[in-house]
């Protein structure tokens, strides 16, 4: 069988990129990582849109059928707020979103570009329209963050990405825990890069927010692979205990998803696919990505296909 007749995980939606910069109510340089929930049939994106100072902002985008007919705000919904979060002066990046379902709200983890670095902060709603924040939950350099939606053992659970640069630069995935989702502790090293020529070695980060399965959270997280020609995001597994979640039980060897197309290829970064959100509709996942750091994709696959490879790939 020849290799581009063999089947992938994920299957891209013929529309893509189903959102670009020509979408947009509004000038800005381009549209991409988005967060993704469903409420009451309709899909929701929360978009990162970085204008055309640099600066990013979250935008929200609503749609019946989650491919077209896309209602975007015709004004950046969450904008960077320096005045009383001096962490946000560079912008506001790559949103996470969860139901928190003992708070009934939905937990917005995200990206604030502070002079420090990047580092986590936390905004909530319950319907998409007003918004509280709390600041940061996590110092510089820490990003790619989302929190579980439930509790363990009393205590809320985040998993993050902090980068620490000695001996050489290495940027593991992390899980803390909390009482209140402000003060956090019992940090640990949940998934470690890997070295070498893999390619997810040196630096990885959790993708969309853990996914709740019969076998476990499931994880999708990126690996970032340095080539002589530039960087690679690339997407694989990993399967956390449903009871507790500081143990890994499962990771893939191999990658699952890579940038192939050229809206994937080319752009302000190329070669990069960079979802930070994923919806589930019975065994059907429907992953929303950012193409390059300049529009956004849809890829789907089953979740029972996903579990199985997983179960076959697993490298622990
Ligand atoms: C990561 C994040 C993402 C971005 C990716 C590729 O570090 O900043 O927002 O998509 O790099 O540039």
New binding site residues.
């Given amino acids: 069988m020849k290799n581009n007749t063999i089947k992938e995980l994920f299957n891209r939606h013929p529309h893509n990129p189903i959102i670009s910069i020509n979408d947009l109510p509004y000038k800005a340089n381009s549209v991409?990582?988005a967060g993704a929930v469903k409420i009451n049939e309709i899909i929701f994106l929360l978009m990162?849109v970085e204008d055309r100072r640099g600066i990013s902002h979250l935008t929200l985008a609503q749609s019946k059928n989650g491919i077209s007919d896309w209602q975007i705000n015709s004004q950046p919904t969450l904008i960077p707020s320096p005045d009383d979060y001096p962490e946000e002066v560079w912008g506001i990046?790559?949103p996470r979103i969860i139901f928190l379902e003992e708070k009934k709200l939905w937990a917005i983890t995200y990206?604030a570009y502070s002079k420090g670095g990047?580092l986590v902060s936390l905004i909530t709603t319950s319907d998409f329209q007003n918004f509280t924040r709390y600041g940061p939950m996590m110092p510089p350099e820490d990003?790619?963050a989302a929190l579980f939606p439930i509790r363990f053992d009393g205590r809320w659970a985040m998993i993050h990405r902090p980068v620490s640069y000695l001996p050489r630069p290495k940027a593991n995935i992390w899980i803390s825990f909390s009482p209140d989702l402000k003060h956090w502790g019992d940090h640990q090293v949940l998934i470690k890069a890997r070295k070498g020529s893999w390619w997810d070695a040196n630096k990885i980060?959790l993708s969309p927010p853990p996914l709740r399965t019969d076998e476990g959270w499931l994880i999708l997280y990126h690996g970032?692979k340095i080539t002589a020609s530039g960087?690679i995001?690339r997407l694989g597994l990993a399967l956390l205990d449903i009871i507790n979640p500081r143990n890994l039980i499962a990771r893939s060897d191999e990658w699952i998803f890579s940038p192939n197309e050229s809206y994937e290829i080319y752009g302000?970064?190329d070669k990069?696919v960079?979802p930070c959100g994923w919806i589930q509709e019975n065994d059907k996942i429907l992953l929303y990505y950012?193409c390059a750091?300049s529009c956004i994709g849809l890829a789907t696959a089953n979740l029972s296909e996903l579990l199985d490879w997983l179960k076959k790939h697993n490298s622990l």
């Fill in positions: 991409f990582n990162r990046e790559d990206t990047p990003k790619d980060g970032v960087i995001y302000d970064v990069v960079f950012g750091d």
